[in-house]
């Protein structure tokens, strides 16, 4: 098949089931719609497994300590935990039914694999915030503008200290944190840019899937709300954010590898989009999870909408994305596969999955192209799935 086929087959089927959901941002108000699908380049055949929408992050002060929130609400990391939830499932289907799996095949390991004539590919309706988005920035800047902000005096930043949002948008190939805008609180979330740049050597499956399934890797991102003459800048800006930087990382456990997903760009209009909405509107508070197989639901501050606080901490009203709900359906997951887990904790849980956590090493440590990455620390995944955490981690922080 065709790309461009593949393109507006994937693109398609994530505005179809979009605009099938009962969902629309606040009244004048934009956002940013994300997904990912399975390809079948062969048979042409393409399976949505997940939309995000939002642009939003909890400040650093409102992290929750039950994992029963989302800290980072961006449509990307929306989609992507969209992507982990589905896997999961999909793990415990085939060990029902073994080798019933369209998409998923067991290997003679024991672990599971992503079927070789099988593609995983992303959209987003805009260019994700970070890197990848500084060309298209930076021409966007009235010249005047821009003469000012250079002007600014800021602090010289070592190589591995991330910008902040948009700050210094003349540095290229560097992390940068969110928010964009500098009169927002601080957030202790990366960009969008580096967290796929991030899953092109770990993959999109996370820790907890990663012991019992080999790393997922993108295909290809699709891209929206590019111009042609612009195309040719952001493409250069994506394959620099999401791959060249990391292009010479070494040291990776086995099946773990530095993987270029292609760029793509489409014509076809995301109804929300800032463009289609208004120049001058300013991004939703709501944000948007749909899963494959598993429903949706509309989250505020990375809380499930209208859940009032004294439910929050009810597993029946924990977002299906969030930590803790994650967390329980990874051991649910495992256990299906004939590998029970003893009780642990989020944290201990994730440190569990050795190969993961030694690719990750090689990403963060010293020198290493994201060793300034920002982690918000352990005791923030102290939990265990049934939302205890130790007595000194409540005594120290003032949950939200």
Request: aromatic content about 8%.
């Amino acid at each position: 098949m065709k790309p461009n086929n593949a393109i507006n087959d994937v693109v398609s089927a994530a505005l179809a089931q979009y605009s099938s959901l009962p969902f629309a941002p606040q009244s004048g108000k934009f956002t940013i719609l994300a997904a990912f699908a399975l390809h079948e380049p062969q048979s042409g055949r393409t399976h949505l497994l997940s939309l995000g929408a939002g642009a939003k992050c909890l400040p650093a002060d409102r992290l929750p300590i039950y994992g029963d929130a989302l800290h980072d609400s961006h449509a990307e990391v929306i989609a992507r935990r969209g992507v982990v939830r589905w896997l999961l499932e999909e793990l415990q289907r085939d060990a029902r039914c073994p080798g019933t799996s369209s998409w998923i095949a067991a290997r003679e390991d024991g672990m599971y694999s992503i079927k070789d004539d099988v593609q995983l590919w992303m959209y987003v309706s805009t260019v994700p915030c970070g890197d990848a988005s500084m060309g298209l920035l930076a021409a966007a800047q009235d010249p005047e503008v821009a003469t000012r902000m250079d002007a600014v005096a800021r602090p010289m930043l070592s190589p591995d200290t991330p910008s902040r949002g948009r700050d210094g948008y003349a540095r290229l190939g560097v992390m940068r944190t969110k928010p964009g805008r500098a009169d927002a609180p601080r957030v202790l979330s990366m960009s969008c840019s580096d967290k796929i740049a991030r899953w092109s050597i770990l993959g999109v499956q996370g820790a907890l899937a990663s012991m019992a399934l080999t790393p997922v890797y993108i295909h290809s991102v699709v891209v929206g709300e590019v111009q042609g003459t612009m195309r040719a800048q952001v493409r250069a800006d994506c394959l620099r954010a999401f791959h060249e930087r990391l292009a010479g990382t070494t040291g990776l456990p086995d099946t773990y590898r530095a993987f270029a997903p292609a760029i793509h760009f489409t014509d076809i209009p995301f109804e929300h989009s800032r463009t289609f909405v208004s120049l001058t509107s300013t991004t939703s508070n709501d944000a948007l999870c749909w899963v494959a197989d598993s429903g949706w639901e509309v989250l505020i501050n990375g809380q499930k909408r209208g859940v009032p606080p004294k439910h929050r901490l009810n597993p029946k009203f924990r977002p299906i994305l969030s930590k803790i709900a994650l967390l329980s359906l990874s051991r649910a997951t495992l256990s299906s596969l004939g590998r029970p887990l003893p009780p642990s904790s989020y944290y201990d849980l994730k440190q569990a999955a050795t190969a993961y956590q030694a690719a990750k090493r090689v990403l963060l440590k010293p020198g290493a192209p994201f060793s300034g990455w920002i982690i918000s620390g352990r005791m923030w995944e102290a939990f265990d799935s049934l939302g205890k955490v130790p007595s000194d981690v409540e005594l120290s922080i003032s949950p939200h």
